[in-house]
């Protein structure tokens, strides 16, 4: 899931948005089907999704991206912590 995670984030940058989306999607079921739908690392890919859609003007796909994603962080590393 870290490669295709990094393949998509490049892909982000050069603006390749529909190459990057699907490479994105799969880090995310990867990671929530290896280690469980509330993981940190979940939500760094429910982020970096959420940072493509940003970035392509869909803010209203991104916002419950992110929203799951300060959950899970909340939950997992507490209110306080900077990661939050």
């Not at 989306?21 to 880090?27: G, H, S, T, V």
């Not at 739908?37 to 429910?46: E, I, M």
Request: charged share 30%; with cysteine.
């Amino acid at each position: 899931a870290e490669s295709l995670n990094n393949l998509a984030q490049t892909l982000r940058y050069q603006g390749k948005y529909d190459e990057a989306k699907p490479l994105q999607e799969r880090a995310l079921r990867i990671r929530e089907e290896m280690l469980g739908p509330n993981h940190p690392d979940v939500a760094q890919s429910l982020n970096n999704l959420a940072g493509l859609l940003e970035n392509q003007g869909k803010y209203d796909e991104a916002k419950p991206l992110c929203e799951r994603a300060l959950k899970i962080r909340e939950e997992m590393l507490g209110p306080s912590q900077q990661n939050v």
